[in-house]
């Protein structure tokens, strides 16, 4: 059973930095694709950013490019997100999400609180 478990969100002030994780578990990732998604109140959940387990291939939302950096650490069986120059529309749930093939992403965490506060 795959499980993902975010962590790192908070309250951060504006121009701050957040580095959220995602550890996952119960199975091998080798080959399979991780990625980041918000949602804010009353927003349609949005794509940030994606990662192979092997660490390429990465892709970024517009709106985070440059800012935010996705990463991986096989050995941890662990994504992360750092976020820099944080601003208030960051403010959302950050979820993680496996994707085993080409499709829909498979498994998702329960997300974790981002605040950005101006």
């Known amino acids: 059973q795959v499980q993902l478990v975010e962590s790192g969100g908070g309250l951060v002030q504006a121009g701050g930095s957040l580095r959220l994780s995602c550890a996952a578990s119960?199975?091998?990732?080798?080959?399979?694709?991780m990625g980041w998604f918000r949602q804010a109140p009353g927003k349609d959940r949005e794509f940030v950013a994606s990662i192979m387990w092997s660490g390429s291939v990465t892709f970024y939302a517009d709106s985070v490019k440059g800012r935010f950096t996705i990463s991986t650490d096989n050995a941890k069986n662990t994504v992360y997100l750092q976020m820099n120059s944080l601003k208030p529309e960051d403010t959302a749930v950050y979820s993680c999400?496996?994707?085993?093939?080409?499709?829909?992403?498979?498994?998702w965490g329960q997300g974790t609180q981002v605040t950005v506060s101006s």
């Open positions: 999400a496996l994707r085993l093939g080409g499709g829909p992403y498979d498994f």
């Open positions: 119960g199975r091998t990732f080798s080959g399979t694709r």
